[in-house]
């Protein structure tokens, strides 16, 4: 018997030697490119992963909400950035200024006006870095038009550190090449036009887990990936981790079976719903290769088992590689630390909500 066999399912596992392999290999990445690793805690939201990230290398967090970054600073991280185009008002310009008295601080602009408010409302509490879209179509500025986000910033007495995108686009089979050139393209182009208006550029931010392996190094200073320290089922079909890199799982259990069909007790308000149109499922079961979740429930999850598979037997517990870990891990409280079979910890899930 197992330590897994005294859990109670639906359980999310992680792995400490799987995710500390995973942020060795990003670490020894950016070090062989000259760039600095920054990476993006909204992944993990877990004060217990992030000390692991910079004992391991990195040189500061990348947060996507101001109630994330409080987490992480109440959690003793020193340097945090903000890769969000904020709009400030009174309260959160209050919390930036609390956060700023514990912990370096940069937040991302891509407006003049948002850039007013910041100033407006925080002061000069945090430095800013301009967001360039580099082909995501999200948020951000042409990269053209960024020296002139950055002189707005400036005239209203924000200090500009440089500027940042994320090639968000890369999330598609056969994608991450051509994505992280453009990437590299909107970044120089954006770095050029902060400096041609006169502001100094430091910082030149990117990157994601999808381009990680595609990323020739320069323009970029730093590098943002967020699902490498854990992967997940769409970065396994993306082919960017194979399945022995996947740190975190959900142990389930057979309750319903048929043949060539278990289902398991991990639905979608564990699991997370997330299924981009190019992938084959709702998540994997790394010992299985050819199984699929294809079809989520709120808690169900249906898997269809390969030609020739045993099918396992009511109360089996089987581990699913969730398709999107980031929303997996915002559902749960808190993780379960494990060496194989062994439970080690119980890892609170700190910014677990933290989305204001």
Excluded: I
């Excluded at 109670?8 to 596992?13: D, E, G, M, S």
């Excluded at 259990?253 to 398991?264: A, F, I, K, N």
């Amino acid at each position: 018997m197992s330590d897994l066999d005294a859990l109670r399912t639906p359980c999310p596992l992680l792995d400490v030697d799987v995710l500390d392999a995973n942020l060795r290999r990003a670490a020894d990445l950016a070090a062989r490119l000259g760039v600095v690793l920054r990476p993006h805690a909204k992944t993990h939201k877990c004060v217990q992963v992030a000390r692991r990230q910079l004992a391991a290398g990195a040189v500061g967090l990348t947060v996507a909400t101001t109630a994330e970054a409080e987490a992480f600073a109440a959690g003793g991280a020193t340097d945090l950035f903000v890769a969000y185009p904020l709009w400030v008002d009174a309260d959160r310009g209050r919390r930036l200024r609390a956060l700023a008295e514990r912990t370096a601080l940069r937040v991302g602009v891509d407006s003049a006006e948002g850039a007013a408010a910041l100033a407006r409302h925080a002061g000069g509490a945090a430095e800013v870095l301009v967001e360039v879209d580099s082909g995501h179509h999200r948020t951000g500025v042409r990269p053209e038009e960024a020296g002139a986000v950055a002189t707005a910033a400036a005239r209203a007495g924000l200090r500009v550190r440089g500027v940042f995108t994320f090639p968000g686009h890369a999330y598609g089979p056969g994608l991450a090449s051509p994505v992280a050139g453009q990437e590299a393209a909107a970044l120089a182009a954006a770095a050029a036009a902060v400096r041609a208006a006169g502001h100094e550029v430091d910082v030149v931010s990117g990157g994601s887990t999808p381009t990680l392996g595609s990323t020739q190094g320069g323009p970029a200073t730093e590098l943002r990936p967020g699902v490498y320290a854990l992967n997940d089922a769409q970065q396994l079909e993306l082919g960017t981790c194979g399945a022995g890199d996947l740190a975190l799982t959900v142990l389930a259990m057979v309750v319903s079976r048929r043949p060539g069909t278990v289902v398991l007790d991990a639905g979608s308000k564990v699991l997370g719903a997330d299924r981009p149109a190019w992938t084959t499922g709702w998540g994997r079961l790394p010992a299985v290769p050819g199984a699929r979740v294809t079809a989520l429930s709120e808690h169900h999850a249906t898997v269809a088992l390969p030609e020739g598979a045993a099918v396992p037997a009511l109360g089996a517990r089987l581990r699913v590689a969730p398709n999107h870990v980031c929303t997996a891990v915002n559902l749960a409280d808190e993780l379960v630390a494990v060496r194989g079979d062994a439970v080690v910890d119980r890892w609170r899930v700190d910014a677990r909500g933290a989305n204001t």
